[in-house]
Structures are given as C-alpha cells and as structure tokens.
C-alpha cells in the first residue's frame, strides 16, 4: 500500500486493485504493512503507540475491504498478446515537415530538422502513410493520426490533403481517424483555423508561459522573441472554437523552477486546457533538470495544485493535463501493462516515409523499422517494443504508480539509461509526484 | 464510513484482467516533449 498526504489528508493507494482511501494515521501504519504481515504481527509491531483496541478496529476494517477485493497484493498474470495482434498498427506520428520557423533551444529534433536536411512530406508519401496504416491496422476501427514535425503548418497543404485522403479511405473501411496536430501557432491563420475547425481536429498549441521564459527558450528563427505574436494566435484560435479540443502546452527547465507562475499566467491569458511538462534531454545544458531539482519541483507541482482547487472552488476551474485522473474508471488492465504502444502500435513516419518506434527516435538508424511503403521490414523490433511491457521492468514492478504510469516513456527510457527497459529516474519521480496529487484532487473531488 | 477508513474510489483495475485488451482506446504517449499522458487519464473506448 502506498499511503501519502495531500492537502491535509491521508491516503491510501492500493497499487494492484487501484483502490483510493482515505485513512487516519492508525489506519495509514496497519495498510503500509498489510501486505507484508500478519495481523497478529501488525498488532505486535504498532502495540507500542496504539490501543490493541485501536489496532483491532482498525485491522478488521482493513480485512472487510480486503475481503470485498478492494485489496490485493498478487499481480494478475502477464496479458499475452495473440500472434496475430502483435504487429497491428494504430496509430501514426506523421512528419509532415522537418523544418520550423523557430528556433527553440531545448529541441529534441534539433530545431526541426532531427539532425538532417529540411524537407517535408510530399503528398504521394502522405496518402501513401494512410494506405499503410489502413492495411495494417487488422480489426481496430478507431485510429489515429497526429501531425507533428518541425513545424507542420509548414506543409499545410500536404496536411489538408492528407485529412481528405485519409476520411475517404477510412470510411471505405468502416473505420475513423482521428487526427490532431501539434503546431507552434505562429502560422495559424483564417483558412488554417477554418479548416482545423471543420475538422474538428485537436490541436495542442505550444507556448511555455511568461513572455521572458518563453522567449529565452523560443526565439524566432532571426532571433527575436515569439511570445507576442504566438500568445495572440494561441487566443483568437481558442476563441474561434470556443474554448474546445485544444491544449496549450509549455515546457519547463532549470531556469522557470517557478512553473506554476507560467500555468498561472497561461491561465490569466483566458486559457483553461493547459499542460506543462519538464524539459527533455539536453544533458549538460543549463536548462537541464536533474535530481538535484528534484524536490524543487515537487513543491512546485504542490504550489500548482493549490492554485488548481482554488480556481475550482471559485467556479472558473481550468484542465491540467497531469492532473486529470480516472480513479473510477479508466482503462482496462491490458492497457494499463502495455503503456505507450511505441515500436508495435504506433510508429513515427519520417517525410521520405521512413518508420520508427516514435518521434524520438527518428534518424536513429538502429531503430529503423521499414517504409510506408514496404512495411514493417523489422519484426524483432516490433516484438522488442511489444514485449516491453510492466512486467519486463522490474524498477515498475516494485512501484506503487505503475498502473496509472504503465511504465514510462521508451525514449527517455532509452536514452538515460541505453535499454528501454529502465525507465529515466527523474521522469519516474515526477511522473509519481504528479500521480499522488491527482489522487488528491480526486479525493476532494469525491468528498465534496 | 468507517472509524478509521473511508473509500475514496473502489478500484476497478485488477477486475479488467480477465479480459483480453480491446486497443481501441486513444494512444497514450509518455514522452514529455509531446503531451505526455498517463494511462490513467485515458477513457476506455467502450465503456
């Protein structure tokens, strides 16, 4: 059991069930040791700071929840997925542009080029993308595409084709895609936002906060700052949709410790579907997060939720994306082992076409997996990806998140750490941090 | 509610195992330079 404090309550996690509870301090001591002892021996061990009357109460509270299954310490066995399953494609990350007009210095694709020329996807390439997702996605009727780059709306017409082409194909088959787009919003303009409209495409919109954060981290390609200009677009776009199916989304580093401030400005800025994550890679780069931030952050994430139920209680709440958790609810079991889907369900397509697990990897020649065009030409590494589930990872195995994480990115994974197996250590604690107040905003939620 | 415990939210997640995944819900990429979900804010497809 993982018992932990969140606005001046206890509460219980049982790991395995996902049981939530609320607890006193007796209670707490007699559930972080239920699964390790007996209850003659729990009362042998806290018989020095409670009654026997106390622990007995208690204890038997303890057994009736157990007793109605709420509590369990055995995992389920491993999900084995069938032969035909492994291999099915559901969704894809198209790299309709490997070029951007910023000039971000924390960026993982190496300001939009991943390293290599820039160049974008033509359109024969992008349908071509859609036709292999179509024949390899097997019996799954809901599907997924995400437009991402670089900078996508460099290609807008590749991406307006590529909507128009992949709709008239699905529904040959019975199936739906959905598409989203992740986009800088400095080209947002009337037929874009028209069109992303009418699509009804969620659009994650990227934007790190106050305007001296965002642009040491986000000059424009000659240098100057894009914080005027993308915090209107970022506004008038959400207007135009009336506040629906969109996140702006930020990145915080060493140097916005604060972030809170940031989410609390976006907020001021009328925006209310935010998320903002710790900056990625970048190892001696003095935006780098490291352990030594560690507890920094987790204050942080403290500071944030108290803004967060405030804002609830005042009746103008707003959505953070960690924040938000299913504790009733949520998704199967299955889902819950097999995480992300990187390598098996959903790949990266580079603009030549090129497949990879996902978007980090990209240009990363041992994770080469086929073309659109060829297919999937590495099995092993389908069944690498497919087989690194909750199971395979011993560090999650041991951890009380595990099924609400499902064991962490493969990328960062990969690159902290050299397997995909070992989750990256500061994620893993962040990742927990955010978990444990999600849990507590649930809690209130319930009470309330 | 009991004297010393109160449920919160009764956990649901061992009671799907049985059941052999359906993979029609969203996709929920964990790298923190997307949007990085957790499994737990995910909705399954057929509930």
Known sequence: ?448 | MNKHIKVIAPGTVKATAQKEACKECQTSCQSACKTSCTVGNQVCQNR
């Open chain 1, 1 to 448: 059991m993982h018992v932990f404090k969140f606005g001046g309550k206890t509460l219980a996690l049982d790991p395995i069930t996902g049981t939530l509870l609320e607890v006193d301090d007796l209670a707490g001591e007699v559930l972080k040791l239920w699964h390790h002892l007996t209850p003659a021996e729990i009362t042998a061990a806290l018989s020095d700071r409670y009654s026997v009357c106390d622990l007995t109460e208690a204890l038997s509270e303890v057994e009736e929840l157990a007793a109605a299954g709420l509590l369990d310490a055995i995992m389920p066995p491993e999900p084995v997925p069938t032969d035909a399953s492994v291999g099915q494609i559901k969704a894809l990350c198209l790299h309709v542009a490997h070029d951007c007009n910023l000039r971000c210095r924390y960026c993982f694709a190496g300001t939009g080029d991943f390293g290599y020329e820039r160049t974008i996807m033509d359109t024969a390439t992008g349908r071509a993308a859609i036709d292999f997702l179509l024949r390899s996605s097997g019996p799954r009727r809901n599907l997924e595409v995400d437009f991402f780059g670089g900078e996508p709306l460099l290609n807008f017409p590749v991406v307006r084709d590529i909507v128009a082409y992949g709709e008239e194909q699905a529904a040959k088959l019975g199936k739906v895609i959905r598409f989203t787009l992740t986009t800088n919003a400095t080209l947002l303009n009337d037929a874009v936002i028209e069109f992303l409209n009418d699509k009804q495409m969620a659009v994650v919109l990227s934007l790190d906060g106050r305007e001296a954060v965002n642009d040491r981290m986000r000059p424009l390609a000659d240098g100057a700052g894009s914080y005027s200009a993308v915090s209107q677009a970022v506004r008038e776009f959400v207007e135009r949709r009336s506040g629906k199916n969109y996140y702006v989304r930020g990145t915080y580093t060493a140097h916005n410790l604060d972030f809170a401030t940031d989410v609390m400005h976006l907020y001021n800025l009328g925006l209310r579907e935010l998320s903002i994550e710790p900056v990625v890679g970048g190892a001696g780069e003095s935006y780098t997060l490291t352990q030594d931030h560690l507890a920094a952050l987790c204050r942080e994430y403290e500071r944030l939720a108290d803004f967060y139920l405030a804002k609830r209680d005042e009746g103008d709440p707003f959505n953070f994306f960690h924040f938000n958790m299913a504790t009733y609810g949520g998704p199967c079991f299955g889902k819950r082992v097999s995480g992300c889907g990187a390598g098996c369900d959903y790949l990266a397509v580079t603009p030549a076409g090129d497949l990879y697990p996902c978007h980090q990897f990209v240009g990363q020649q041992e994770f080469a997996m086929g073309t659109v065009f060829a297919g999937v030409t590495a099995p092993s590494l389908v069944n690498e990806f497919s087989r690194a589930n909750l199971y395979r990872k011993p560090e999650c195995l041991r951890c009380f998140a595990k099924f609400f994480c499902s064991g962490g990115c493969h990328a960062h994974a990969y690159h902290s750490n050299g397997t995909i197996l070992q989750p990256d250590a500061l994620h893993c604690e962040l990742q927990k941090k955010r978990i444990e107040i999600a849990l507590g905003i649930s809690a209130f939620r319930s009470v309330q």
